[in-house]
């Protein structure tokens, strides 16, 4: 069975970090890229941040030198640390196992996944 675990998610003040964690199994982690894209209320999806296998990393402008993905291939983790963290970056945040060619544009808006998990909310007060 597929699954990809999202944890990490809260309630921090603008300014503050949390560090997200995402746990897959039941695929060949090698096999895909691994990106998080997020979602707030009543609006589309965006495209996060992705890293390939070779561990080469995108980010969407918005959270370009705030938001630091990084995987642990051995336990097959990915983890989102994200700092500065500001109202606006309010969402749920999922984890998913992209198809590796979309992963340099991903955050461009090509999202194409083969599976996500369940998200988790991250709420920034201001």
């Known amino acids: 069975e597929v699954q990809l675990v999202e944890s990490g998610g809260g309630l921090v003040q603008a300014g503050g970090s949390l560090r997200l964690s995402c746990t897959a199994s039941?695929?060949?982690?090698?096999?895909?890229?691994i990106g998080w894209f997020r979602q707030a209320g009543g609006k589309k999806r965006e495209g996060v941040t992705c890293i390939s296998s070779d561990g080469s990393a995108y980010y969407a402008d918005s959270v370009k030198g705030r938001f630091t993905i990084s995987s642990d291939n051995a336990k097959n983790k990915v983890y989102l640390q994200m700092n500065t963290l500001k109202p606006e970056d309010t969402a749920v945040y999922y984890c998913?196992?992209?198809?590796?060619?979309?992963?340099?544009?991903?955050?461009?808006?090509?999202?194409?996944?083969?599976?996500w998990g369940q998200g988790t909310q991250v709420t920034v007060s201001s």
């Open positions: 039941g695929f060949t982690f090698d096999d895909y890229a």
């Open positions: 998913a196992a992209v198809v590796p060619a979309r992963c340099p544009t991903y955050t461009l808006g090509h999202l194409d996944e083969n599976y």
